[in-house]
T-cell receptor
Framework: AQKVTQAQTEISVVEKEDVTLDCVYETRDTTYYLFWYKQPPSGELVFLIRRNSFDEQNEISGRYSWNFQKSTSSFNFTITASQVVDSAVYFCALSERDNYGQNFVFGPGTRLSVLP | EADIYQTPRYLVIGTGKKITLECSQTMGHDKMYWYQQDPGMELHLIHYSYGVNSTEKGDLSSESTVSRIRTEHFPLTLESARPSHTSQYLC??????????????FGNGTRLTVT
């Protein structure tokens, strides 16, 4: 069965610090997809990035970067020079193909607080 | 820009009332979902649909029901609201069948308070 673990329940950092959010997943499939979502205090879930299981290239987008390592089943998310606006709950998710398309599994989320 | 719409955004209602939370998407997505979430906490899948006339219960038992008469519309109904139903309800959609790479697209959510 698929499973997504985000061991860090809450993280607090001071503005301009770098912070890494951990995500570890379990799956038996060789083809799967990983996602990160951000949920700010307003409550909506914002899609940040997706990665398929065949693409282990790390990705950088501005202050955000993602490190995908199949050997450790991890898909970690780093925010460089954090800002107060980064304060949110971040969810990691795993998607596999089932008979009807996709089956999503979300991690429990990590609450990030960036203090001024 | 939002391609999936939920109404109302906030709802405060008394115990025993019947309510329907609306969800519509304009992307032509086959698969739609309802999640229940206490603010900032885990997401719990309560219902999903593969397409028109298809509805399935999710991982979390819920007293709500859903219908999928049109591709774009996936309303959730509570026949008799109770304080334990107080939560945020998030609707989502994905391309489904041929696009396992597709992310979930979420609406802004409905924050329900039952007094």
């Amino acid at each position: 069965a698929q499973k997504v673990t985000q061991a860090q329940t809450e993280i607090s950092v001071v503005e301009k610090e770098d912070v890494t959010l951990d995500c570890v997943y379990e799956t038996r499939d060789t083809t799967y997809y990983l996602f990160w979502y951000k949920q700010p205090p307003s409550g909506e879930l914002v899609f940040l990035i997706r990665r398929n299981s065949f693409d282990e290239q790390n990705e950088i987008s501005g202050r955000y970067s993602w490190n995908f390592q199949k050997s450790t089943s991890s898909f970690n998310f780093t925010i460089t020079a954090s800002q107060v606006v980064d304060s949110a709950v971040y969810f990691c998710a795993l998607s596999e193909r089932d008979n009807y398309g996709q089956n999503f599994v979300f991690g429990p989320g990590t609450r990030l607080s960036v203090l001024p | 820009e939002a391609d999936i719409y939920q109404t109302p955004r906030y709802l405060v209602i008394g115990t025993g009332k019947k309510i329907t939370l609306e969800c519509s998407q304009t992307m032509g997505h086959d698969k739609m979902y309802w999640y229940q979430q206490d603010p900032g906490m885990e997401l719990h899948l309560i219902h999903y649909s593969y397409g028109v006339n298809s509805t399935e219960k999710g991982d979390l038992s819920s007293e709500s029901t859903v219908s999928r008469i049109r591709t774009e519309h996936f309303p959730l109904t509570l026949e008799s609201a109770r304080p334990s139903h107080t939560s945020q309800y998030l609707c989502a959609s994905s391309e489904g069948w041929d696009s396992p790479y597709s992310p979930l697209h979420f609406g802004n959510g409905t924050r329900l308070t039952v007094t």
